[in-house]
C-alpha cells in the first residue's frame, strides 16, 4: 500500500519517540498499535474505501494516527482546524464530506455520519485507481475559498529518500500543506514531533527548551513577534539547528536581525503552495533572501516576471474552480520575483503590487523600512485608490512602545522619505492596536 514505507520506518524504531504531546512521550510501537486500532474502527464503521472524510484535529496523537489509517484505507482526508471555524460549514460543503471525525484537545475521537453522498470527477479519479486523497484549502487572489484535491500517492513519493531525523516543532497548522509536510518529513525519518498547543513566542520557545528541538518551521510574521517581545531571552535555544521560514516574504530587516541573534542556526526560507506541496529549497546564505527552489519532481520557470512551477505532486485540480494549469501542466503561482542565476527572490504576490503612477510597490520593501523603528511592532502596507496616481501607499502601524499617534506617524514617513523613492513613502499611516495577522500568523492584507 502507498504508506507502506512508512510503516516500515515506523517498525523499525519502535522505541523511539515518535510524538510529545501535553508532556506525554507516544513511542512508534504505540503510533502503529493506534494505527490498527484506526485500521479496525474504519472497518468496523463500515467506512468505504473512497469516503470523504472531515477530521477536525490539531497534531494530537490520535489526529496524526488516524491521518495514516485513513489514507491506508484509501479514503479522502480533509484535515480542518479551529483557525477555520468561522467557513467550517462552508468547506464541508465545498468538500462534499461524507463522515466527520472530531478530535477534541482531550484526545478523545467522535465520529458522525453526515447526510451527502460525495460526487465530482476528481473523487471518481481517486477511487478508480484505488488511491487516497487530500484536500486542503487556500484563498486565491479575490479570497475566495479554493479546495485543492490531491493524490496522496504523488505527495508521499518525496518522502520515500530518508533524510535528517529531527525533533520538529508542529506550529504550521494541521490543515496546511507546511503542516502536512512538517508531519510527514518527521515521521518518515523517525524524528520526533514536538507538538505545541498555543503558538504564541513564548509557549513556542518553552518547547523548544524543554525538549531540545532541533527544528522550527515558522513565518516571518511570528519570527518578527519573537523579536518584537524578546521571549528569545528567556529559553535556552542552544538545540535549534534550523529555523525555516515561510508562506510569506520575508523582511531584510527581521532576517538580519535573527542572523545577529542566531549565528550558529540555519535560516532556511521554504517554498510551497497548497496546489503543488513543498519546494526543496537552499538560500544563498544565512543572511540573504535569494534562494534556490525545487528539487527532484520540480521544474521552475519565471514568465513576465511571475514564477511558475511544473510538479509531479501537484494537485489533480480544485473541486470548485477551473484548472490553473497550462495546457503543457504549469502552474501560474502569481508571486512576483527577480531572478539571479539560478536563485530568486519573492517580491510579493502579484494581487499585491500597488500600482503608483505607473510605478510598482511592493509592500514588503515598504515593510522592512519601517519595521527598522523600535517603535513599529507590526506593520502591514497596502493600496488605495486615488484619482490623480490610480494607488496611493498606506500602512496600519502596531506600535511596540507608547508613543504620541500623531508623533509615531510622523517619525514613519520621515524615516521612509530617507529610505526609498518619494513614490514608496507612505501618504497614509494609521496607527492601529491589537494584532495585525492572521490565525496561520500571515499578515492580514486588504
Not at 498499535?33 to 485500521?39: A, E, L, P
Request: hydrophobic share 40%; aromatic share 8%; charged share 25%.
Amino acid at each position: 500500500m502507498v504508506i507502506d514505507f512508512l510503516l516500515q520506518i515506523w517498525t523499525d524504531n519502535q522505541n523511539r519517540e515518535a510524538i510529545i504531546w501535553r508532556e506525554q512521550t507516544f513511542t512508534y510501537g504505540w503510533l502503529l498499535d493506534r494505527f490498527q486500532h484506526w485500521k479496525r474502527t474504519l472497518e468496523n464503521e463500515r467506512i468505504a474505501p473512497g469516503s470523504v472524510v472531515i477530521l477536525e484535529a490539531d497534531f494530537s496523537p490520535n489526529a496524526v494516527s488516524l491521518f495514516f489509517a485513513l489514507l491506508d484505507h484509501a479514503c479522502i482526508v480533509v484535515p480542518l482546524t479551529g483557525a477555520v471555524n468561522a467557513r467550517k460549514g462552508e468547506y464541508i460543503s465545498i468538500a462534499q464530506g461524507e463522515i466527520l471525525f472530531t478530535i477534541d484537545n482531550r484526545d478523545s475521537v467522535a465520529i458522525t455520519p453526515l447526510s451527502k453522498i460525495a460526487s465530482h470527477p476528481l473523487y471518481d479519479r481517486l477511487k478508480a485507481q484505488h488511491h487516497p486523497g487530500l484536500v486542503l484549502f487556500s484563498s486565491g487572489s479575490t479570497g475566495e475559498s479554493k479546495a485543492a484535491a490531491h493524490d496522496m500517492t504523488g505527495l508521499l513519493d518525496k518522502f520515500k529518500l530518508r533524510r535528517s531525523s529531527l525533533r520538529t516543532i508542529t506550529f504550521l497548522l494541521y490543515d496546511h500543506i507546511g503542516g502536512v509536510n512538517t508531519m510527514l518529513h518527521t515521521l518518515s525519518n523517525a524524528g520526533c514531533l514536538v507538538t505545541v498547543t498555543e503558538r504564541h513566542p513564548d509557549a513556542v520557545l518553552e518547547a523548544v527548551e524543554k525538549y531540545r528541538a532541533d527544528l522550527l518551521p515558522t513565518s516571518p510574521t511570528f519570527l518578527n513577534l519573537v523579536l518584537m517581545s524578546e521571549a528569545y531571552k528567556r529559553y535556552d535555544l542552544s538545540s535549534l539547528k534550523t529555523i525555516s521560514y515561510g508562506t510569506e516574504p520575508m523582511s531584510e530587516q527581521t532576517l538580519r536581525r535573527l542572523h545577529e541573534l542566531f549565528p550558529a542556526v540555519n535560516l532556511q526560507q521554504t517554498y510551497g503552495l497548497s496546489e503543488l506541496g513543498i519546494l526543496r529549497s537552499k538560500s544563498k546564505d544565512a543572511n540573504s533572501l535569494w534562494v534556490k527552489i525545487g528539487g527532484e519532481g520540480f521544474e521552475t520557470r519565471v514568465v513576465d516576471g511571475i514564477l511558475q512551477i511544473k510538479a509531479r505532486s501537484a494537485m489533480l485540480g480544485y473541486l470548485n474552480a477551473p484548472s490553473p494549469f497550462t495546457e503543457d501542466g504549469w502552474f501560474n503561482t502569481g508571486d512576483a520575483v527577480e531572478v539571479d542565476g539560478d536563485y530568486v527572490r519573492f517580491l510579493g504576490r502579484r494581487s499585491e503590487i500597488i500600482n503608483v503612477g505607473g510605478e510598482k510597490v511592493y509592500p514588503v520593501e515598504i515593510e522592512s523600512v519601517i519595521q527598522e523603528l523600535p517603535a513599529v511592532a507590526e506593520v502591514v502596507v497596502y493600496g488605495e485608490k486615488n484619482a490623480i496616481t490610480g494607488n496611493i501607499v498606506c500602512a496600519d502601524v502596531t506600535p511596540g512602545v507608547e508613543l504620541d499617534q500623531k508623533d509615531l506617524s510622523s517619525l514613519i514617513k520621515q524615516h521612509c522619505r530617507e529610505r526609498l523613492q518619494k513614490y514608496k513613502v507612505p501618504v497614509k499611516v494609521r496607527i492601529v492596536t491589537g494584532s495585525q495577522h492572521t490565525e496561520r500568523f500571515k499578515k492580514s492584507r486588504r
